[in-house]
């Protein structure tokens, strides 16, 4: 499967984003899937992950209450809405995808990648 990152862009403290994540070559309902962030000079780490049906869903503690994880299995595309963004969101944002029953929570387990979408969010 091919994943294609698209919706990040420069913005201010309190703006909010759309991340979407359009998957090709297969349907990703076969699969966990999830978004990970990489900031300059640091390691890529995990946002947010959704299980396969949409059901579950899991955030890292910074992001609690502010992102919203989802996903539309008939379009093949899962979203991040980032709303009220912080500075130390800035970062390169990566949709994961993962075989189930595997979570898409360690980079270990992850098996498709998609490109990158860069969020900048200034002060």
């Known amino acids: 499967v091919q994943l294609q990152a698209s919706g990040g862009g420069l913005v201010q403290a309190g703006d909010s984003l759309r991340l979407s994540c359009a998957a090709s070559?297969?349907?990703?309902?076969?699969?966990?899937m999830g978004w990970f962030r990489q900031a300059p000079g640091k390691e890529r780490e995990f946002v947010s992950r959704?299980?396969?049906?949409?059901?579950?869903?899991y955030y890292r503690e910074s992001v609690k209450d502010r992102f919203t994880i989802s996903r539309d299995n008939a379009k093949n595309t899962v979203y991040l809405q980032m709303n009220s963004l912080k500075p130390e969101d800035t970062a390169v944002y990566y949709c994961?995808?993962?075989?189930?029953?595997?979570?898409?929570?360690?980079?270990?387990?992850?098996?498709?990648w998609g490109q990158g979408t860069q969020v900048t969010v200034s002060s």
């Open positions: 070559g297969r349907t990703i309902s076969s699969y966990n």
């Open positions: 959704i299980s396969w049906i949409g059901y579950n869903t």
């Open positions: 994961a995808a993962s075989f189930r029953p595997k979570d898409v929570q360690q980079i270990t387990d992850v098996a498709y």
